[in-house]
């Protein structure tokens, strides 16, 4: 399910580094699963997304994994850049038209 | 590409006053859009999904006779915040979805709004 609280898990990944980031997810009616890239002051950013069909896609430099068995989900960044410094949520779509339910955010920081 | 755009980005307002925010889609007609709120360091949460030409569905808890929304056309929606108070700013965000690029969902920048 999703957690909402005061202080987001933050993740530290040296520059150059795989960056791991999960999320879990509690609808298993959910269709359609979203990760999304926000930096302060802003709205969500599109990285990438996966139906529930599959159970891994690749972008270019990310990597979304769908376990629909334990209903997780992550997003892999390969050689994780300084402007890849911010926090990254998991978003579900539900069988209810485009309504999003999202996870609780993960802060990215990545060390020079 | 598509692109939802929120105006303003940024207002102050006197407690008690009223605030509307838009959300708009720029190139594309959405028949459905989603507003949310953010408060600092929390997710996203959903308000409401608003409807073009019909009444707007709020979740639970969400107030509807004080976040009132107008989807008047197939290109904007209107947020309204009446009677704001302290506890009202936060961070306001609208998405919506393009069905001819497969429901790829956008969300615009965001709305900064604050109560003094």
């Known amino acids: 399910g999703e957690s909402v609280g005061l202080h987001l898990p933050t993740l530290s990944v040296q520059e150059g580094d795989n960056s791991i980031i999960n999320c879990a997810y509690s609808?298993?009616?959910?269709?359609?699963f979203i990760w999304y890239k926000q930096e302060s002051g802003k709205g969500p950013q599109f990285i990438i997304d996966?139906?529930?069909?599959?159970d891994k896609r690749q972008g270019q430099r990310v990597t979304v994994l769908l376990n629909k068995t334990v209903k997780h989900l992550s997003l892999q960044i390969a050689a994780t850049q300084p402007g890849d410094s911010a926090v990254y949520f998991c978003a579900e779509r539900g069988n209810a038209g485009n309504m999003l339910t999202f996870g609780g955010g993960t802060r990215l920081m990545v060390k020079p | 590409g598509a692109v939802v755009s929120q105006h303003p980005s940024w207002v102050i307002c006197k407690s008690g006053t009223s605030v509307k925010i838009e959300c708009r889609s720029l190139d594309f007609q959405a028949t459905t859009m989603f507003w949310y709120r953010q408060f600092p360091k929390q997710s996203l949460m959903l308000m409401a999904t608003s409807n073009e030409g019909s009444k707007a569905t709020y979740e639970q808890g969400v107030e509807k006779d004080k976040f009132l929304i107008n989807h008047a056309s197939l290109t904007l929606s209107t947020l309204t915040v009446t009677s704001a108070h302290p506890e009202d700013s936060s961070f306001y965000i609208c998405?919506?979805?393009?069905?001819?690029?497969?429901?790829?969902?956008?969300f615009g920048e965001g709305s900064w709004l604050t109560v003094v």
């Open positions: 996966i139906r529930s069909n599959m």
């Open positions: 609808n298993s009616a959910s269709d359609y």
């Open positions: 998405s919506a979805s393009q069905l001819s690029s497969g429901n790829t969902i956008y």
